[in-house]
């Protein structure tokens, strides 16, 4: 069997033949595999979901409880066949519940990893390597040049601008379903215990993470109704990056905007959004991170998707490994 008669690229996504299915598919289908809950993987509207069960309660919270017509939770490792296919989920690392997905028939296994990272995160499974003969991987940061420091170095740099300037807020920009708890967390780990204000568009997440027993911490709301702006001089703030050209944003004194991304790597990309202290926390892999997952898989051959794909296609023929972009189309960077 060829890798292309087992999972090929359509309009809706990449999809299985033989199994019928399509995994993190843009549009409605008739079955969805789902690696993750962030927007750009997992849209409501299938027929039937197959996740696992933290994506199917995110997506629940996101969408609503009737975001597909069924649903199927997989546990991590558990083999399922779909007509004669074996599919299995696996740790993807990148947020709650995210998970590689392995596809195997007639000898051939396929590994699409929708969004992983390999840093440790205390909010989420770590990514386990999952052997294969062909790897789909993403290539969000794949650049020589993102090289992505320790995430608590980063949250160091915020405590002692917190310190330096009690009398200032800190603004921080996080995605709101994994950057932010991870934020949050990390948080907690360096020792900060006073409370964290949230946007209301981080409430139900942060909670869902909280009953899965992830402990963040005391979060209070940060909500244009309550409050002045003296109540939060000192304090940390962690809202989306959307919601800081609005009112709510002007509501906080002097404060000092951050924003954690991958993207904070490029210093321009910080200075034309107006990112005062820029965090470079990713929820992705970066160079060297994608190099070595790459090899450790033991794939003879890769498949590039949604990033920097030229860029990774040549190292891997560099490296004797056959390789090509699939140039699928919806896959943005809410997590980044």
Known sequence: MRPSDLLCSRPQGLYCPPGDFFIDPVSPVDRALITHGHSDHARSGHRSVLATRETLDIMALRYGADFAGSTQAAALGETISL?????????????????????????LTIVASGDYKRQPDPTCAAFEVVPCDVFITEATFALPVFRHPPAQDEIGKLLRSVEQFPERSHLVGAY??????RVMRL??????DKPIYIHGA??????????????LGQLEPATVEAGGKADFAGAIVIGPPSTFA???????????????????RIRQRAKQGGVELPLIISDHGDWDELAATIKETGAS????????????????????????????IGY?????
């Open 301 to 328: 051959e890769v498949w590039v998707t949604h990033g920097r794909e030229e860029a990774l296609v040549r190292w891997c023929e560099l490296e004797g490994l056959a390789a090509k972009p699939l140039h699928l």
């Open 176 to 181: 709101a379903l994994g950057k932010a708890q």
């Open 187 to 192: 948080l907690r780990d360096a020792g900060y």
């Open 202 to 215: 981080m409430a139900r997440i942060s909670d869902y993470y909280q009953g899965q027993g992830i402990d």
């Open 246 to 264: 609005d009112r709510w944003a002007r509501r906080f004194p002097d404060p000092v905007s951050s924003f954690a991304s991958g993207w904070m």
């Open 83 to 107: 007509n004669g296919v074996a599919v299995s989920f696996h740790p993807a690392g990148h947020v709650l519940g995210s998970a590689q997905i392995a596809v195997k028939h007639n000898g």
């Open 332 to 336: 943005e960077d809410e997590g980044q």
